[in-house]
Protein backbone atom coordinates (compact mmCIF):
# COMPACT_ATOMS: atom_id res chain seq x y z
CA UNK A 1 0.00 0.00 0.00
CA UNK A 2 1.31 3.22 -1.01
CA UNK A 3 0.37 6.90 -0.34
CA UNK A 4 1.61 9.89 -2.01
CA UNK A 5 1.61 12.88 -0.63
CA UNK A 6 2.55 16.13 -3.08
CA UNK A 7 2.02 20.11 -3.79
CA UNK A 8 3.33 21.56 -1.06
CA UNK A 9 5.24 24.38 -1.86
CA UNK A 10 6.24 27.94 -0.98
CA UNK A 11 3.72 30.38 -0.95
CA UNK A 12 2.87 34.02 0.68
CA UNK A 13 0.32 34.75 3.32
CA UNK A 14 -3.12 34.79 1.88
CA UNK A 15 -1.89 32.26 -1.03
CA UNK A 16 -3.42 28.92 -1.92
CA UNK A 17 -1.92 25.44 -2.42
CA UNK A 18 -3.76 22.36 -3.51
CA UNK A 19 -1.76 18.92 -1.99
CA UNK A 20 -2.70 15.63 -3.68
CA UNK A 21 -2.84 12.26 -1.66
CA UNK A 22 -2.47 9.34 -4.23
CA UNK A 23 -3.27 5.92 -2.99
CA UNK A 24 -2.30 2.32 -4.23
CA UNK A 25 -2.64 -1.20 -3.50
CA UNK A 26 -5.82 -1.08 -1.57
CA UNK A 27 -8.89 -3.25 -2.42
CA UNK A 28 -11.11 -0.35 -1.28
CA UNK A 29 -10.65 2.94 -0.14
CA UNK A 30 -12.15 3.82 3.31
CA UNK A 31 -11.14 7.50 3.23
CA UNK A 32 -8.61 9.96 3.33
CA UNK A 33 -7.06 11.79 6.57
CA UNK A 34 -4.84 14.98 6.54
CA UNK A 35 -2.48 15.49 9.26
CA UNK A 36 -0.31 18.26 10.06
CA UNK A 37 3.21 18.39 11.80
CA UNK A 38 4.74 22.12 12.64
CA UNK A 39 8.32 22.01 14.12
CA UNK A 40 8.30 20.77 18.05
CA UNK A 41 4.35 20.30 17.86
CA UNK A 42 2.29 17.27 17.80
CA UNK A 43 0.54 15.71 14.78
CA UNK A 44 -2.72 17.26 13.94
CA UNK A 45 -5.60 16.11 12.07
CA UNK A 46 -6.36 19.28 9.89
CA UNK A 47 -9.06 17.24 7.58
CA UNK A 48 -11.01 14.07 6.74
CA UNK A 49 -13.17 12.89 4.10
CA UNK A 50 -15.36 9.53 4.43
CA UNK A 51 -15.47 7.61 1.78
CA UNK A 52 -18.93 5.53 2.24
CA UNK A 53 -21.08 9.09 2.68
CA UNK A 54 -18.54 12.00 1.31
CA UNK A 55 -18.93 13.51 4.39
CA UNK A 56 -16.16 15.87 5.27
CA UNK A 57 -14.43 17.07 8.48
CA UNK A 58 -12.34 20.07 9.41
CA UNK A 59 -10.29 21.49 12.29
CA UNK A 60 -11.69 24.60 13.40
CA UNK A 61 -7.90 26.08 12.57
CA UNK A 62 -8.74 25.91 8.47
CA UNK A 63 -12.35 25.42 8.63
CA UNK A 64 -13.73 27.67 5.46
CA UNK A 65 -10.24 27.50 4.63
CA UNK A 66 -9.66 24.19 3.39
CA UNK A 67 -11.51 22.04 1.31
CA UNK A 68 -10.76 18.36 0.96
CA UNK A 69 -12.20 16.29 -2.16
CA UNK A 70 -11.74 12.93 -3.53
CA UNK A 71 -11.66 11.60 -6.82
CA UNK A 72 -12.28 7.53 -7.24
CA UNK A 73 -11.62 6.83 -10.21
CA UNK A 74 -8.00 8.53 -9.80
CA UNK A 75 -7.64 7.29 -6.46
CA UNK A 76 -6.64 10.36 -5.45
CA UNK A 77 -7.80 12.67 -2.89
CA UNK A 78 -7.27 16.61 -2.54
CA UNK A 79 -6.68 19.21 -0.16
CA UNK A 80 -7.58 22.57 -1.44
CA UNK A 81 -5.36 24.98 1.12
CA UNK A 82 -6.72 28.51 0.25
CA UNK A 83 -6.21 32.04 2.50
CA UNK A 84 -2.97 30.36 4.30
CA UNK A 85 -1.26 31.73 7.33
CA UNK A 86 1.91 31.58 8.54
CA UNK A 87 0.93 29.36 10.89
CA UNK A 88 0.09 26.87 8.50
CA UNK A 89 3.08 25.75 7.83
CA UNK A 90 4.28 22.34 8.50
CA UNK A 91 4.62 19.01 6.85
CA UNK A 92 1.26 17.75 5.68
CA UNK A 93 0.75 14.06 5.48
CA UNK A 94 -2.38 11.93 4.02
CA UNK A 95 -3.40 8.54 5.82
CA UNK A 96 -5.80 5.94 5.35
CA UNK A 97 -6.52 2.47 6.92
CA UNK A 98 -6.90 -1.28 6.07
CA UNK A 99 -11.06 -0.74 7.47
CA UNK A 100 -13.42 2.10 7.46
CA UNK A 101 -12.32 4.32 9.96
CA UNK A 102 -14.43 6.95 11.38
CA UNK A 103 -13.70 10.52 10.71
CA UNK A 104 -15.56 11.89 13.30
CA UNK A 105 -13.25 9.96 15.50
CA UNK A 106 -10.08 10.44 13.64
CA UNK A 107 -10.97 14.48 13.80
CA UNK A 108 -11.34 14.76 17.72
CA UNK A 109 -9.25 15.89 19.90
CA UNK A 110 -6.97 13.01 21.62
CA UNK A 111 -7.06 10.99 18.81
CA UNK A 112 -3.47 9.02 18.23
CA UNK A 113 -2.27 8.94 14.68
CA UNK A 114 -1.01 5.69 15.42
CA UNK A 115 -4.57 4.53 14.67
CA UNK A 116 -3.84 4.64 11.22
CA UNK A 117 -1.93 1.72 9.83
CA UNK A 118 -1.56 3.64 6.49
CA UNK A 119 0.63 7.01 5.57
CA UNK A 120 2.17 9.02 3.21
CA UNK A 121 5.58 10.34 3.63
CA UNK A 122 4.27 14.20 3.99
CA UNK A 123 5.03 17.25 1.71
CA UNK A 124 5.92 20.31 3.07
CA UNK A 125 4.19 23.65 3.39
CA UNK A 126 5.70 26.60 3.77
CA UNK A 127 3.71 30.31 4.03
CA UNK A 128 5.78 33.37 4.67
CA UNK A 129 4.43 36.42 6.36
Known amino acids: VQLQASGGGLVQSGGSLRLSCAVSGLRSNYGIAWFRQAPGKEREGVSCISQGDGKTYYSDSVKGRFTVASDNVKNTAYLQMNNLKPEDTAVYYC????????????????????????WGKGTQVTVSS
Open 95 to 118: ATDRVPFPCQVVMSAGFNPKGLDY
